[in-house]
């Protein structure tokens, strides 16, 4: 083979991650008084170490993006997760947003993985059947599963479709707080809408998540 044989990646995605120090037990401790998935106030102090930090990645998403100063990243939504095996959350994705951010306040061991979707996956396996592959690439992967861990903050696309592990076999709580970043295209009265209770376009989303995961090659 030629010396001068080169493979670099093609339209790449990105998975960030860092971890916390700080007060975990506050945060988890006013997670238990709230609704999951009703969005939160920004401003809550028992949050606020969560957000600043968040917001403090901005700069560095948008370098990776390569992203001017036409761009107006800011944090738009934040609601709190319990997930067990019990209660797993569906595949669903957060296309309208840029960044999606999860932060882990309190998990072990036993709490369920975070699942995340390659989005070209539905294609890949048909021409690459999984059952050809001898062992995991980049270049292979379907998908990739994040251990959730006490203080662990991840951060991906929000295009990006993702789901709790449904066949974890633990019932451990795992709470965590689900933020995304949006740019200035989209309006906050957009956001309002899709995130109201009763929004009929959320409801849609519920059923082609659901049609989704019953596709033979999720």
Same mark, same amino acid.
């Given at each position: 083979?030629?010396?001068?044989?080169?493979?670099?990646?093609?339209?790449?995605?990105? +998975?960030?991650?860092?971890?916390?120090?700080?007060?975990?037990?506050?945060? #988890?401790? $006013?997670?238990? /008084?709230?609704?999951?998935?009703? @969005?939160?106030?920004?401003?809550?102090?028992?949050?606020? !170490?969560?957000?600043?930090?968040?917001?403090?990645?901005?700069?560095?998403?948008?370098?990776?993006?390569?992203?001017? #100063?036409?761009?107006?990243?800011?944090?738009? /939504?934040?609601?709190?997760?319990?997930?067990?095996?019990?209660?797993? +959350?569906? @595949?669903?994705?957060?296309? #309208?947003?840029?960044?999606?951010?999860?932060?882990?306040?309190?998990?072990?061991?036993?709490?369920?993985?975070?699942?995340?979707?390659?989005?070209?996956?539905?294609?890949?396996?048909?021409?690459?059947?999984?059952?050809?592959?001898?062992?995991?690439?980049?270049?292979?992967?379907?998908?990739?599963?994040?251990?959730?861990?006490?203080?662990?903050?991840?951060?991906?696309?929000?295009?990006?479709?993702?789901?709790?592990?449904?066949?974890?076999?633990? /019932?451990?709580?795992?709470?965590?707080?689900?933020?995304?970043? /949006?740019?200035?295209?989209?309006?906050?009265? $957009?956001?309002?809408?899709?995130?109201?209770?009763?929004?009929?376009?959320?409801?849609?989303?519920?059923?082609?998540? #659901?049609?989704? !995961?019953?596709?033979?090659?999720?």
């Amino acid at each position: 083979m030629s010396d001068s044989f080169y493979v670099e990646p093609l339209f790449s995605n990105f +998975l960030a991650s860092d971890i916390l120090d700080i007060d975990n037990d506050k945060i #988890t401790k $006013y997670i238990k /008084t709230v609704e999951p998935g009703i @969005p939160l106030d920004l401003n809550q102090p028992e949050i606020h !170490d969560v957000v600043d930090h968040v917001h403090n990645l901005i700069p560095r998403f948008m370098k990776l993006y390569g992203l001017g #100063t036409k761009a107006k990243p800011r944090i738009t /939504t934040c609601w709190a997760n319990r997930s067990n095996a019990a209660e797993p +959350l569906k @595949p669903h994705l957060h296309g #309208t947003h840029w960044i999606s951010v999860v932060y882990y306040p309190e998990a072990d061991e036993e709490s369920p993985d975070l699942i995340l979707k390659n989005p070209i996956t539905n294609v890949m396996e048909y021409a690459v059947p999984y059952q050809y592959h001898e062992y995991a690439t980049w270049y292979n992967s379907g998908r990739i599963k994040v251990s959730p861990r006490k203080g662990l903050m991840i951060a991906f696309p929000a295009w990006l479709e993702h789901w709790v592990d449904p066949e974890c076999p633990s /019932t451990s709580n795992r709470y965590s707080l689900a933020l995304n970043i /949006t740019l200035n295209h989209i309006s906050d009265q $957009y956001i309002e809408d899709i995130y109201h209770p009763n929004n009929k376009l959320a409801e849609m989303y519920g059923i082609v998540n #659901t049609l989704r !995961d019953e596709s033979p090659y999720k």
